[in-house]
């Protein structure tokens, strides 16, 4: 997720354990060239996509910079599988 300060925090899907991470860098393989790194967002901007061009994985995120409810997992989850699909269709892999 994005906090609203714009700080990038991490959260375990599994344990939903929350950890703050480099806002730019991917959390795979480290990666925090931002040229090579491709983001998009949903056209509400709630939601965006971080796919990394080195390891071709892709990050997900809620963006409660424009938000008015708290990051909830699995409701944002079933509701990014757009996301997922549009992700996959550029070449990443989850
Ligand atoms: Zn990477």
Partial sequence: ???????????????????????????????DDR???TSFATRD???RVYACDVCRKY???YDARNASRPVMVSVDT???????AAAMQKGYDG
């Fill in 45 to 47: 901007g709630r939601y």
């Fill in 59 to 61: 990050l997900k995120a």
């Fill in 78 to 84: 079933i509701a990014t599988l757009p996301l997922d």
């Fill in 1 to 31: 997720m994005i906090t609203p300060s714009a700080d990038r925090r991490l959260i375990c899907g599994r344990c939903l354990g929350q950890w703050t991470f480099d806002a730019i860098a991917c959390p795979f393989c480290e990666n």
């Fill in 35 to 37: 040229s090579r790194i």
